[in-house]
């Protein structure tokens, strides 16, 4: 799919923390965060505040697939 050239993207916040790519995300525990899943076999619970630690919720022994 083509986006129309009148598009702009804005980078707000970068986190980083999966040693593999990310798959997954889903809506956090509370309003104000955010999981995500990835090829590492984890599943990471993230701050929206831009906080740079992850809180690991839970590891598999595969990638996660959404």
């Known amino acids: 799919m083509l986006l129309p050239s009148s598009v702009t993207v804005t980078l707000k916040q970068r986190y980083s923390g999966h040693t593999a790519g990310v798959f997954a995300l889903a809506e956090g525990l509370d309003e104000a965060t955010f999981l995500s899943g ?4 984890v599943i990471a619970q993230w701050k929206m505040d831009g906080s740079a630690d992850a809180t690991g919720i839970a590891r598999v022994p595969g990638n996660i697939f959404s």
């Open 38 to 41: 990835g090829g590492d076999g």
